[in-house]
T-cell receptor
Framework: GAVVSQHPSWVICKSGTSVKIECRSL??????MFWYRQFPKQSLMLMAT?????????EQGVEKDKFLINHASLTLSTLTVTSAHPEDSSFYIC??????????????FGPGTRLLVL | AQSVAQPEDQVNVAEGNPLTVKCTYS??????LFWYVQYPNRGLQFLLK??????LVKGSYGFEAEFNKSQTSFHLKKPSALVSDSALYFC???????????????FGTGTRLTVIP
């Protein structure tokens, strides 16, 4: 499968600061990337779909001004958690849509970033 | 509206025995179904998927899943469990109609598999 990296793997920050998480597709150029959030003992919730060269599409209930997504190149998408608060503490996972053109193309996931806001 | 149900939070099986992790789904159009595995402190790894064709899909690490349209199920199976199979397993379905062109996934709540030596 495809290799997807995320950086950092974990971060601890003070409340009110901003944190940037990078997601990189190492094997191929990715037009579409996804950002998920996973709470302890819960499933993954899609936050937004990131398309290279255009604005991200956010899911209902996700604050676009708080979770800034930038898909500046075909191999890099960034998620910035602005003015982070303790309730933003979570495991953030990005995924990359595979290079094929099929309708059921596979998503490949990064290793995740654990964010702890104090 | 789409939904995915994994009725079992936890499945325990003895090493060497067959294992089954259950998944049922509900979508408005054609189902595109996926299984992912998540090891501790790791991201999700793709195991297998069903798009069309043969109802029995074979995937990574000896896993397979059977698509059953009448029962709207896509159970994950393996003939002989290994201790290293212990992990969190997620069933997922694509929730958008074909015409939309999107490809985001909707996940079940996960099933923790523990293989007992």
């Amino acid at each position: 499968g495809a290799v997807v990296s995320q950086h950092p793997s974990w971060v601890i920050c003070k409340s009110g600061t901003s944190v940037k998480i990078e997601c990189r597709s190492l094997d191929f150029q990715a037009t579409t990337m996804f950002w998920y959030r996973q709470f302890p003992k819960q499933s993954l919730m899609l936050m937004a779909t990131s398309n290279e060269g255009s604005k991200a599409t956010y899911e209902q209930g996700v604050e676009k001004d708080k979770f800034l997504i930038n898909h500046a190149s075909l191999t890099l998408s960034t998620l910035t958690v602005t003015s982070a608060h303790p309730e933003d503490s979570s495991f953030y996972i990005c995924s990359v849509l595979g290079p094929g053109q099929g309708i059921g193309e596979t998503q490949y996931f990064g290793p995740g970033t654990r964010l702890l806001v104090l | 509206a789409q939904s995915v149900a994994q009725p079992e939070d936890q499945v325990n099986v003895a090493e060497g025995n067959p294992l089954t992790v259950k998944c049922t789904y509900s979508v408005s159009g054609n189902p595109y179904l996926f299984w992912y595995v998540q090891y501790p402190n790791r991201g999700l790894q793709f195991l297998l998927k069903y798009i069309t064709g043969d109802n029995l899909v074979k995937g990574s690490y000896g896993f397979e899943a059977e698509f059953n349209k009448s029962q709207t199920s896509f159970h994950l199976k393996k003939p002989s469990a290994l201790v290293s199979d212990s992990a969190l397993y997620f069933c997922a379905v694509r929730d958008m109609p074909e015409e939309d062109g999107a490809n985001n996934l909707f996940f079940g709540t996960g099933t923790r598999l523990t293989v007992i030596p």
